[in-house]
């Protein structure tokens, strides 16, 4: 709801910077020009003006809590399917709630329009240039699809699920369920990691240790039992294990995928009770904590 206010608190100071000072100041934006340019304001237009930014608020609302409810009730396969479209469907109300304010105040005819044009460019350069290179920088990222709503993205140290799409950043919810919004402009100049690219499942590496003397056959064969027989496992996709020695111990990675990508802290705490317990009734041996000189 702040953020909402801030728009339109900054909507205000750039409306006066356009119609005022900017006219001003710019040749080719004269008196009457500005008078062209602008509709008779009353009471009337007001009231119109206060109830569009309401109803396109409450819809806004509508929109986060209606596509949130139906996408937790319906079969986990259409979930992301529904949560993807909240940023297409919140990016119509603004669209067109803009258009009416615009033709609301101005008179948009031809000429009009490109004196309109340069002056709006002028005030958001002027005014809020912050906040408009996020909004063009969201505008983007909607073409451009590097994340989606329900993905898992890390973004600088932030890591989580993407639960709300904004007009100035994106909302992602931490594994220890913390709300991290994000500006878009940030994603400009910051790499992006998607875990899962708008699919369901995401790939899970768990890292073992066990000393050099260990059987690694049975080790190995011990975690393709405990990836395959987890009942949160993607039986459909891949499971792999990779070996890396180190100096002081062999390094497994076990790489599987969980049914649903939002068990991914669950699946991986499961394949390790599994194969703690496993490891420990064939007596697998681990790596003695290693000294300076083996780091």
Known sequence: MVEHFTMVDAVSQG????????????PTIDAETANRLLKPFSLKVAVQAILAVLLSY???LSIRSLINAISEKVPRRFRLIIK????????????FT???LLNLFFNLNGPNLIALTGTIALALGFAFKDYASSIVAGLVNLVEGPFRMGDRVQIGEHYGEVVDYGLRGLMIQTPDDNAVTIPHSTTWTSPISNANSGQLEAQVATEFYFAHDANIE???????QAAYSSRYTQ???PVVVVAKEEPWSTRLRLKAYPMDARDEFIYKTDLILRIKKACARQK???PQAPNASQL
């Open 218 to 224: 049975q080790v190995v064969d011990i975690l393709y």
């Open 15 to 26: 409306w006066l910077l356009a119609t005022q000072g900017l006219m001003a100041q710019t």
């Open 98 to 100: 803009i258009g009416y």
């Open 235 to 237: 039986l459909k996709l």
């Open 58 to 60: 409450g819809l806004l």
């Open 284 to 286: 697998i041996p681990y």
């Open 84 to 95: 993807q479209s909240m940023p297409f469907l919140k990016a119509l109300v603004l669209v």
